[in-house]
């Protein structure tokens, strides 16, 4: 029996400002240059820049089509069958199904990339990210540079009247340096963030 040629998911993470729409645009047009089929995706709530081209933040771009669902995805290759590669920006902003949509156009040997940020404002795994971090075959971990400290920076910081966001403020907000920082961990700032256990490191315990 002949087995299923299977794909792979390739995932680049990391805060804002630290180049992942960069480094999917340069890995899309790398194999567009070597003939190869690929389609890009951006979810429809990304409406910065322009709606029908991921742009980076640096002002690289390529065109995309604009997604509302995971499952248009699929409505859209049923018209595309030569398509070998899968690219999705800020795939952070999908639901969940996208988890089961990824798994399942591998599992049918299309090769996906996505790229995404790996935590929200408050420091907390962000949407779908987790699940296709731990699918992904291949993972890249990108850093910024902290607005304070010049440090390598893993955080996203959210500025709300030159002020850090509350805690409690809406996980989604769509925007870029109006509105966002990126940061290190010891400048990363989240008032009203609560451990969901009271730690003491003086007892040695979780009370």
Not at 21 to 40: D, P, Q, S, Y
């Amino acid at each position: 029996m002949k087995q299923e040629i299977k794909g792979k998911l390739t995932i680049i993470a990391g805060p804002m400002f630290s180049g992942k729409t960069e480094e999917l645009i340069r890995l899309a047009t790398r194999l567009k240059i070597g003939n190869k089929k690929i389609i890009v995706f951006k979810p429809q709530i990304d409406s910065r820049y322009d709606k029908n081209k991921i742009c980076s933040h640096s002002g690289s771009m390529i065109e995309c089509v604009l997604i509302k669902d995971p499952i248009d995805i699929l409505t859209f290759l049923e018209s595309s069958k030569e398509i070998e590669y899968i690219a999705i920006d800020e795939i952070q902003f999908l639901n969940n199904v996208i988890i089961d949509v990824v798994s399942f156009l591998i599992g049918k040997g299309y090769n996906v990339i996505a790229s995404g940020l790996d935590m929200n404002f408050r420091g907390e795994p962000f949407g779908p990210m987790p699940e296709l971090l731990c699918m992904a075959e291949n993972v890249f971990k990108l850093t910024a540079v902290c607005n304070e400290c010049g440090k390598d920076a893993a955080y996203t910081q959210r500025i709300v009247f030159d002020k850090p966001a509350s805690y409690d403020d809406p996980i989604i907000l769509v925007g870029a340096k109006e509105h966002y920082e990126a940061r290190c961990r010891e400048h990363h700032v989240v008032p009203g963030k609560k451990y969901s256990k009271k730690l003491s490191l003086k007892e040695g315990s979780i009370l």
